[in-house]
């Protein structure tokens, strides 16, 4: 199948091999059945969701398989991979090897869409930014709708519109390396840079690895596409110099060709005009701000007023499983920080408070160093080591914290509470991926609020 010229491409009786029967493995395999393909879903892991999926697929007229890959995956005149799946699986090289056409979700559901796609990717900050981008962009004009990374198929829903078509229609799609490592045609009309810092080094060999599968987003923008990114990145600093977009910066610091400065007090337009005060804006952390200032700057460039921007900023309190408060209990706060899935993350979050804090680390071990906490680790009162990493953890802090190790989460949750005394945090911010005991950082963070809903139970 020749998948060169995107206007051109025709499923209509095509083979479809869609591998992975996760969410977005689902909404590929939806929407190309929706376009007439001759779909075949294949999944080499099984679980009672695999199990649910593949029926659901079956009952739409979808066949496929779980608990491995059979040789009917390479009867295929097109194949839509999963993010979970690495460049370097042996199925990749071997359907490579026999010249099948392989694309990612992402650039797949891309095909079928001309709506404006304002694709946002960073280390850090993707999921806050996402959703406060998604609100600023909906408006009578304009109708936002979030997808990608967060959750939510980006397939699902191009399948949506393709099936009501709205003209107002704008995407929102969180994108992580892992989407980008498969892509052709895929071309934001804004690509928005957050930061890069070390993280995935359990896929890439190398951060140049990383960072250049974070760049694939901007291969195919064009002179009239833009490039929106953190100034005070110093990763940025010429990165874009190569690419003919239109280059915006944002800063927390910096003035020269931002939409929106900030002083000590306010951020404040092009034209020195009041945006909002600093302590009129719901979401707390300087992090936070430089992510709603990208957001913004985004927003502005696709003609959102001023003054809906501003109500966004005053009234967004931030995404479920990133520094979310879930209960006090005697004078104990419990925060679930799931999201937090590498090492950066973790220093953002132990700098967000001045309390003493109880860190409850762990997970599936993704590279980075440990050691690099310490500096942020002023507050520290235990840490609490849980799971595949709890070794790794343990071996990198040694002696500088007070330290527990355990094989599961809800054993460190439960030990929480007897070291916490009134005034303490307990923050659960991993560090780690979650896939040694948990679906995803989701059911990881749901799991977390239920274990300390029954500690208040047992009061």
Sequence with gaps: MNISNRNAIELKNKNVIVIGLGKSGCGAAKLAHYLKANVFVSDQKNGIELEKNLSMMQSIGVDGEIEGHSEKIYDADLWVISPGVPQNAPIIVKAKERNIPIVGEIEFSSWFTSAPILAITGSNGKTTTAHALTEMCKTKETHGVLAGNVGIPFSEKVLEDLKAPDPKRIFILEISSFQMEFILHFQPLVSLFLNITPDHLDRYETME??????????????????????????????????????????????????????????IYTQENDKLIYLNEIALPGKHNLSNLLGAATVAHFMHIPNKHIEKIMATFTGVPHRLEPVVTLQGVDYVNDSKATNIDSVKVALDSFNKSIILILGGQYKGGNFKELLPHAN?????????????????????????????????????????????????????????????????????????????????
């Excluded at 953190?230 to 190569?242: G, L």
Aim: proline share 4%; net charge negative; with cysteine.
């Design 209 to 266: 690895e990383y960072e250049s599968a974070k760049l694939n987003m901007i291969q195919n923008q064009s002179p009239d596409d833009m490039i929106v990114f953190n100034a005070d990145d110093p990763c940025f600093e010429n990165r874009f110099d190569k690419y003919p977009s239109i280059k915006i910066p944002f800063s927390l610091y910096k003035k020269e060709n931002v939409i929106f400065s900030v002083n000590q007090s306010k």
């Design 379 to 459: 507050n520290i009162k235990a840490v609490l080591a849980y799971g595949q990493a709890h070794q790794t953890i343990e071996t990198a802090l040694g002696d500088a914290v007070r330290l527990h190790t355990f094989d599961n989460l809800k054993d460190a949750v439960s030990k929480s509470q007897l070291l916490a005394s009134p005034g303490d945090i307990v923050l659960l911010s991993p560090g780690c991926a979650s896939f040694d005991q948990f679906d995803n950082f989701e059911h990881r963070g749901d799991l977390f609020k239920q274990w300390v809903s029954q500690l208040e139970e047992q009061k």
